[in-house]
């Protein structure tokens, strides 16, 4: 079917052939004949690259253009929902009938609001915590959206994210019965399941524009699906690094998928030299600047620099313990061809997509934190492998998995090249993820009773699967507990969310946080201190994963907490009677030690070497302490807990900066972070009025500061700058740049 033959209007279709898009695949086709644009239900499972994005888009903007409707885009993953808006916002060329152009949004953060702001889009796109939140604050503007796509509905499957997803499009059908559903998927088993409950129309398929040619390395020896085999050449004894380096030679890239963060350095650093050895001296220049970009963005920390070196050589190391502006420049210069091999952990294979000729599947299994090694699913197996081949670049993707003996590749034959991917099963009736979900139902109001409750949940993936009666129980359980706990309360049938409940459902934290922080205000302790709350907020379940001691720090944590013991707000188990509630407690202390050295300005580095915390970890943890000190300060104003309220706010701004208190006024300022700050503040400008008063010659000359900070800073301060100054300022900037390049 040719993009010129679809029925959406014609500004749709020009920007499409402007792309180079001309003929849709056979799986779009198939959605099309389906009803996907006649505002039919649909879930679409099909392997990566087949064009899933593509009928989303197509719905949306028919949406729009036709219906005069609003459209919702799910992600389950902040990074997704950036690459998402980035593809959307191509249409906003395209004039509406209104005489207004088709505007893309995006939220992803602050749980603590309805965004009327989102109401001005025609397309928004956000993650599916974000909508949740959206809808137990009610917001209005959400009437509107005529269209919701859930990309990787597969994720249902998964304990964390799913049961988010699954109460998101509950609700969204409960809302509106009219509204059009469209669910993009990897292909997996019961497809057919998951449409019934959606009541929509299903596509499955494998095909896909690249041929996938998946199999097992043993040695140095490749052995098909198909039957056919194939010798790579052996240079060094790691065979992953041997087929690495064949598909870089043959102009192609690879990504390997090991086990832990470590095992992907590792093999990072092994592939470096060998893979250096090919690279022209056009590319080493390019790589050489993209060095430079990783040294420069945030922190120069031991993990930066070994990651620059790395990328000199045109290989890069992709995990969860990279701070995101580094996690960017390698993605982008992967995709861009300038990075030839990428190691990751699993983690990657749900996120963005990053495709390479060759995926090569270095370890079968997992590591998780507290659990240990599993082997990874069937499903998880396909995602990494849909990564293998690059649309316009490879006529052939290779997916394989590496194994060590015989006897592993026939069994890695059988139990993942030969196998069909796992059902998806619904996550819901876990106690702990229903909680927070049951009682949004009544603190929205979206039910007042009993019955209503069990009514909305008999809605969810988890009644289609099971049957509403093997949730019940567990419903009925929170109920009690809710209303116990002051978050709900009863009168004859009806069901109401007090104060304190609505609140904690608008807050988006887990009810027993809740309980955790009303309790610990409560308390009258004999020393209210900035770590009585960082440790108060790192006992709450909203603070997980923790920084978990290793057996060399247990002494030093447990003498730190020892000496803080006046401090703590919730009780201290006995190390010898409760072991392992007095090891969280040990976690708990170890979370708030590095929070408060991370406030008190320690470097990155210094986070690394003393508590062996990445940039990754640490950011995502300053993210929820943030989140929860917040929540605190929320719960302090509804409590009238007037001593916490001052040092929540104080402290949620130090935490978020980075910065001792001396820092606030300076860090506030637009361009200047704890580093700057810090060297402002050592250089006299301990306050605004200072900073207001400098001369710009004196504030460009300090290191990191340079012309145009400068001149940034004393515009954000209400200082004057005279234009004659600044020319002459930019004049000697630019003859230092040009020297400095003829040098």
């Given at each position: 079917?040719?993009?010129?033959?679809?029925?959406?209007?014609?500004?749709?279709?020009?920007?499409?052939i402007?792309?180079?898009?001309?003929?849709?695949?056979?799986?779009?086709?198939?959605?099309?004949?389906?009803g996907?644009?006649?505002?039919?239900?649909l879930?679409?499972?099909?392997?990566?690259?087949?064009?899933?994005?593509l009928?989303?888009?197509?719905?949306?903007?028919?949406?729009?253009?036709?219906?005069?409707?609003?459209?919702?885009?799910?992600?389950?993953?902040?990074?997704?929902?950036?690459?998402?808006?980035?593809?959307?916002?191509?249409?906003?060329?395209?004039?509406?009938p209104?005489g207004?152009?088709?505007?893309?949004?995006?939220?992803?953060?602050?749980?603590?609001?309805?965004d009327?702001?989102?109401?001005?889009y025609?397309?928004?796109?956000?993650?599916?915590?974000?909508?949740?939140?959206?809808?137990?604050?009610?917001?209005?503007w959400m009437?509107?959206?005529?269209?919701?796509?859930?990309?990787e509905?597969?994720?249902?499957?998964?304990?964390?994210?799913?049961?988010?997803?699954?109460?998101?499009?509950?609700?969204?059908?409960?809302?509106?019965?009219?509204?059009?559903?469209?669910?993009?998927?990897?292909?997996?088993?019961?497809?057919?399941?998951?449409?019934?409950?959606?009541?929509?129309?299903?596509?499955?398929?494998?095909?896909?524009?690249?041929?996938?040619?998946?199999?097992?390395?043993?040695?140095?020896?490749?052995?098909?699906?198909?039957?056919?085999?194939?010798?790579?050449?052996?240079?060094?004894?790691?065979?992953?690094?041997?087929l690495?380096?064949?598909?870089?030679?043959?102009?192609?890239?690879?990504?390997?998928?090991?086990a832990?963060?470590k095992?992907?350095?590792?093999?990072?650093?092994?592939?470096?030299?060998?893979?250096?050895?090919?690279?022209?001296?056009?590319?080493?220049?390019?790589?050489?600047?993209?060095?430079?970009?990783?040294?420069?963005?945030?922190?120069?920390?031991?993990?930066?620099?070994?990651?620059?070196?790395?990328?000199?050589?045109?290989?890069?190391f992709?995990?969860?313990?990279?701070?995101?502006?580094?996690?960017?420049i390698?993605?982008?210069?992967f995709?861009?061809?300038?990075?030839?091999?990428?190691?990751?952990?699993?983690?990657?294979?749900?996120?963005?997509?990053l495709?390479a000729?060759t995926?090569?599947?270095y370890?079968?299994?997992?590591?998780?934190?507290?659990?240990?090694?599993?082997?990874?699913?069937?499903?998880?197996?396909?995602?990494?492998?849909g990564?293998?081949?690059?649309?316009k670049?490879?006529?052939?993707?290779?997916?394989?998995?590496?194994?060590r003996?015989?006897?592993?590749?026939?069994?890695?034959?059988?139990?993942?090249?030969?196998?069909k991917?796992?059902?998806?099963?619904?996550?819901?009736?876990?106690?702990?993820?229903?909680?927070?979900?049951?009682?949004?139902?009544?603190?929205?109001?979206?039910?007042?009773?009993?019955?209503?409750?069990?009514?909305?949940?008999?809605k969810?993936?988890?009644?289609?699967?099971?049957d509403?009666?093997?949730?019940?129980n567990?419903?009925?359980?929170?109920?009690?507990?809710?209303?116990?706990?002051?978050?709900?309360?009863?009168s004859?049938?009806?069901?109401?969310?007090?104060?304190?409940?609505?609140?904690?459902?608008?807050?988006?934290?887990?009810?027993v946080?809740?309980?955790?922080?009303?309790?610990a205000?409560?308390?009258?302790?004999?020393l209210?201190?900035?770590?009585?709350?960082?440790?108060?907020?790192?006992?709450?379940?909203?603070?997980?994963?923790?920084?978990?001691p290793?057996?060399?720090?247990?002494?030093?944590?447990?003498?730190?907490?020892?000496?803080?013991?006046?401090?703590?707000?919730?009780?201290?188990?006995?190390?010898?009677?409760?072991?392992?509630n007095?090891?969280?407690?040990?976690?708990?202390?170890?979370?708030?030690?590095?929070?408060?050295a991370?406030?008190?300005?320690?470097?990155?580095?210094?986070?690394?070497e003393?508590?062996r915390?990445?940039?990754?970890?640490?950011?995502?943890?300053?993210?929820?302490?943030?989140?929860?000190?917040?929540a605190?300060?929320?719960?302090?104003v509804?409590?009238?807990?007037?001593?916490?309220?001052?040092?929540?706010?104080?402290?949620?701004?130090?935490?978020?900066?980075?910065?001792?208190?001396?820092?606030?006024?300076?860090?506030?300022?637009?361009?200047?972070?704890?580093?700057?700050?810090?060297?402002?503040?050592?250089?006299?400008?301990?306050?605004?009025?200072?900073?207001?008063?400098?001369?710009?010659?004196?504030?460009?000359?300090?290191p990191?500061?340079?012309?145009?900070?400068?001149?940034?800073?004393?515009e954000?301060?209400?200082?004057?700058?005279?234009?004659?100054?600044?020319e002459?300022?930019?004049k000697?900037?630019?003859w230092?740049?040009?020297?400095?390049?003829?040098?």
């Open positions: 079917m040719k993009i010129a033959d679809l029925p959406v209007p014609e500004s749709v279709k020009e920007v499409l402007k792309g180079g898009i001309v003929e849709l695949y056979p799986p779009q086709e198939e959605a099309i004949k389906a996907a644009l006649d505002g039919r239900n879930v679409l499972a099909s392997p990566t690259a087949s064009g899933k994005t009928i989303a888009e197509l719905c949306a903007l028919k949406h729009i253009l036709e219906g005069e409707g609003q459209v919702l885009y799910l992600t389950p993953l902040r990074a997704l929902a950036s690459e998402k808006y980035e593809e959307f916002k191509k249409y906003s060329a395209i004039t509406k209104d207004k152009r088709i505007s893309v949004g995006i939220s992803t953060g602050d749980y603590d609001s309805s009327p702001w989102l109401e001005r025609d397309i928004i796109v956000a993650t599916n915590e974000k909508v949740d939140s959206l809808l137990r604050h009610k917001a209005k009437d509107d959206i005529s269209l919701v796509v859930a990309d509905v597969h994720l249902l499957n998964e304990a964390e994210r799913g049961p988010t997803l699954e109460v998101v499009l509950a609700r969204l059908m409960q809302t509106n019965s009219e509204i059009q559903i469209l669910a993009l998927s990897a292909t997996i088993n019961n497809v057919q399941e998951i449409a019934e409950w959606l009541k929509a129309e299903y596509i499955t398929t494998d095909w896909r524009p690249i041929t996938l040619k998946e199999g097992v390395l043993l040695h140095n020896e490749i052995q098909f699906r198909d039957g056919e085999s194939r010798r790579i050449e052996k240079e060094i004894k790691n065979p992953a690094i041997n690495a380096l064949h598909t870089v030679k043959t102009g192609g890239q690879a990504l390997i998928f090991a832990t963060r095992s992907s350095v590792a093999l990072a650093k092994k592939t470096a030299a060998k893979i250096g050895e090919t690279l022209s001296k056009p590319m080493k220049r390019t790589l050489e600047r993209e060095a430079e970009r990783i040294l420069a963005a945030g922190e120069k920390t031991r993990i930066s620099e070994l990651l620059a070196e790395l990328v000199k050589f045109g290989v890069a992709h995990h969860a313990g990279l701070g995101g502006a580094h996690r960017k390698i993605e982008d210069a995709r861009e061809g300038k990075i030839k091999v990428l190691t990751a952990t699993p983690t990657l294979a749900f996120g963005v997509n495709p000729r995926v090569i599947i370890d079968y299994r997992r590591y998780e934190p507290g659990y240990g090694y599993y082997p990874i699913s069937v499903l998880e197996y396909k995602q990494m492998c990564r293998a081949g690059r649309p670049y490879d006529k052939i993707g290779e997916a394989l998995l590496v194994a003996t015989d006897d592993e590749a026939d069994y890695l034959m059988e139990s993942y090249v030969l196998a991917p796992e059902r998806i099963w619904s996550r819901l009736a876990v106690e702990r993820i229903l909680r927070g979900h049951v009682l949004a139902t009544i603190a929205a109001d979206y039910a007042h009773t009993e019955a209503g409750i069990y009514e909305f949940f008999g969810t993936f988890y009644a289609y699967q099971y509403i009666s093997a949730i019940k567990v419903i009925a359980k929170i109920l009690r507990f809710l209303y116990n706990e002051e978050m709900i309360d009863v004859g049938t009806n069901i109401y969310a007090t104060r304190f409940g609505k609140r904690v459902s608008e807050l988006y934290i887990d009810p946080s809740a309980v955790i922080i009303r309790d205000l409560r308390q009258k302790p004999l209210l201190t900035d770590l009585s709350l960082l440790h108060m907020i790192a006992h709450t379940p909203d603070m997980r994963p923790l920084f978990r290793s057996t060399s720090e247990l002494d030093k944590v447990a003498v730190f907490a020892e000496e803080h013991r006046e401090e703590f707000l919730t009780p201290v188990p006995n190390e010898w009677e409760d072991r392992i007095y090891e969280e407690f040990l976690a708990e202390a170890k979370t708030a030690m590095v929070l408060k991370w406030m008190e300005e320690a470097s990155e580095d210094e986070i690394i003393k508590f915390v990445q940039p990754g970890d640490l950011y995502r943890t300053v993210e929820s302490a943030k989140w929860l000190l917040y605190t300060h929320e719960l302090a509804l409590f009238g807990s007037k001593e916490a309220q001052p040092l929540t706010l104080e402290l949620m701004e130090r935490v978020e900066k980075g910065v001792k208190k001396e820092l606030l006024p300076i860090v506030r300022l637009e361009g200047i972070g704890r580093v700057r700050g810090r060297i402002l503040y050592n250089a006299g400008y301990k306050t605004i009025e200072d900073i207001k008063h400098a001369q710009i010659e004196e504030l460009m000359n300090l990191l500061i340079g012309p145009k900070l400068a001149k940034k800073i004393k954000q301060v209400g200082g004057f700058v005279k234009k004659e100054a600044w002459k300022l930019e000697d900037e630019e230092k740049q040009k020297a400095l390049t003829e040098y």
